[in-house]
């Protein structure tokens, strides 16, 4: 159980271009999903909190206009860049809490989404 | 700010135990400690969570302090699947936010 999805898992797009990110759910519901990012030999950085049927929360320093996060059901998030350019380029990450367990915190990860920009 | 501090490498001997140490001096009554680790590439994987008490799984052990300031996951016989960065993580958020500190790689050597 408790499994998260990431579609694609590597994308090379032309800077300029949009890219979006999927992010699923596959046998529980969650009302919150978070996106990270990872640059090489680096941690995950928290970009943003993406709550089901509300607006993403957004960490400080992330612009929300360039990565646009839609949470339109209980199993779905995606994560959108806009005119990607080659600064964009990192490994994308999403996880997922289990609305059915609203006692703890733990997260469930997706296998990562590698975005190259040229 | 991760609010863990944790040894930036660890070597250990396939079949041995690894014993990963974790400092959270500031954590609050309300935060859970959490264990992941993270494989080359790939999405963190869960591995254990505690309050206070000491938790076990098929995975590892966590002992948490009595003072809670610091934890210990071990694995009881690592293998070389076990190779990876493992990350120590303190939340109660109520958004459930994790903040990754930079973690403890660890190579499992035959």
């Known amino acids: 159980g408790a499994v998260v999805s990431q579609h694609p898992s590597r994308v090379i797009c032309k800077s300029g271009t949009s890219v979006k990110i999927e992010c699923r759910s596959l046998?529980?519901?969650?009302?919150?999903m978070f996106w990270y990012r990872q640059f090489p030999k680096q941690s995950l950085m928290l970009m943003a909190t993406?709550?089901?049927?509300?607006?993403?929360?957004?960490e400080q320093g992330v612009e929300k206009d360039k990565f646009l996060i839609n949470h339109a059901s209980l199993t779905l998030s995606t994560l959108t860049v806009t005119s990607a350019h080659p600064e964009d380029s990192s490994f994308y990450i999403c996880?997922?809490?289990?609305?059915?367990?609203?006692?703890?915190?733990?997260?469930?990860f997706g296998p990562g989404t590698r975005l190259t920009v040229l | 700010d991760a609010k863990t501090t944790q040894p930036p490498s660890m070597d250990c001997a396939e079949g041995r135990a690894a014993n990963l140490p974790c400092n959270h001096s500031?954590?609050?009554?309300?935060?859970?400690v959490y264990w992941y680790r993270q494989i080359h590439s790939q999405g963190p994987q869960y591995i254990i969570h505690?309050?206070?008490n000491n938790e076990t799984n098929e995975m590892a052990s966590l002992i948490i302090t009595e003072d809670r300031k610091s934890s210990t996951l071990i694995l009881p016989h690592a293998t070389l699947r076990d190779t990876a960065v493992y990350y120590c993580?303190?939340?109660?958020?109520?958004?459930?936010?994790?903040?990754f500190g930079a973690g403890t790689q660890v190579v499992v050597t035959p």
């Open positions: 996880s997922a809490r289990d609305a059915g367990r609203t006692l703890y915190n733990e997260q469930f």
């Open positions: 046998d529980f519901q969650a009302t919150t």
């Open positions: 993406s709550n089901e049927g509300s607006k993403a929360t957004y």
């Open positions: 500031t954590i609050s009554g309300n935060e859970y």
């Open positions: 505690g309050l206070k």
């Open positions: 993580i303190v939340s109660a958020d109520s958004w459930g936010k994790f903040q």
